[in-house]
């Protein structure tokens, strides 16, 4: 049973020894105190220094003492989303994290603000910019899908400044990436670049949409726009180019050839390159033979 002062100067005294030797690491480190007690209510005081300590982003301090807490409304107020997705929508950024900040400090000074609640909101701030970017035919799952916004959305919920952190975050990665959206020709350079590389391997519309965390049909439409021919002829026709090139160059194997043009299906290579040639992989082999003796003599 320590003297209450005496026990509050070597605590935080420990805390300010440990933020010190811990130096710039990012931590948010709390220390929760409970009260002198019994053997029997040691484990209700346990819970309630856990509860304590799960409310602490609306308490500044760093050492919380049980004999001074006070519960927290853990009624989660729903902020003013559509105003917040008006100011997303016409790039108003720096207003929407103004007005984000706001309602952390009005839930801060009316005590409310604890991890549930804040959880809440990273939750909703977190709807909100996904469906915006969807609403865009962005595939926000997969543009965020990465270890550092797991990393920051984990932290997001522990204070009011790492969920401002949070939703910096989730701004400027959907700000970034909407202006590309808007430059279709770099997407579709970066698709078309991927396919000049990689035509010979199994690609579908869906592998090319999760390059650049885009709808497959949008996809496959700005592509088309863009280049003149869906993303299917642009493949066949590397495809063909390259068996066309084997074929008048080597004499592989016409069924070699056809897996290494990215054809698994002998018969389906077959059909395919005699619909974009108008013969069959080995009358093209041929004809290519006798133009050669041709040019020779």
Avoid at 3 to 22: K, S
Wanted: aromatic fraction near 12%; charged fraction near 25%; charge should be negative.
């Amino acid at each position: 049973n320590s003297d209450p002062d005496v026990l509050r100067r070597d605590v935080e005294r420990f805390m300010a020894f440990f933020m010190e030797g811990m130096g710039k690491a990012e931590l948010n480190v709390l220390c929760g105190v409970g009260m002198w007690s019994t053997a029997n209510l040691v484990y209700e005081d346990v819970s309630c220094i856990y509860t304590m300590m799960y409310e602490s982003p609306r308490n500044k301090k760093k050492v919380l003492y049980l004999q001074e807490y006070e519960p927290v409304s853990m009624m989660y107020e729903v902020p003013d989303l559509k105003n917040w997705w008006d100011m997303m929508k016409y790039g108003q950024t720096g207003e929407l994290k103004e007005a984000v900040e706001r309602y952390l400090d009005i839930l801060a000074g009316q005590q409310k603000l604890s991890s549930r609640n804040l959880q809440q909101l990273g939750l909703d701030l977190t709807q909100m910019v996904y469906s915006w970017l969807g609403s865009m035919n962005i595939y926000a799952h997969m543009l965020f899908d990465n270890e550092e916004n797991n990393k920051i959305y984990g932290r997001a919920a522990l204070s009011s400044h790492n969920m401002m952190q949070y939703l910096e975050y989730l701004l400027s990665k959907a700000m970034e990436y909407k202006d590309v959206v808007e430059r279709p020709h770099t997407i579709v350079d970066t698709i078309r670049d991927y396919m000049d590389h990689h035509f010979q391997e199994n690609l579908s519309r869906d592998d090319l949409s999760r390059l650049v965390f885009l709808n497959p049909d949008y996809l496959s439409r700005l592509f088309k726009k863009e280049m003149g021919l869906s993303i299917s002829s642009y493949l066949i026709h590397k495809r063909i180019d390259l068996a066309k090139e084997l074929l008048s160059t080597t004499r592989t194997p016409v069924s070699v050839i056809s897996s290494q043009a990215g054809y698994d299906n002998f018969a389906y290579f077959t059909k395919v390159f005699k619909e974009k040639t108008g013969m069959s992989p080995n009358e093209y082999r041929k004809n290519c033979q006798s133009a050669d003796r041709k040019d020779k003599r």
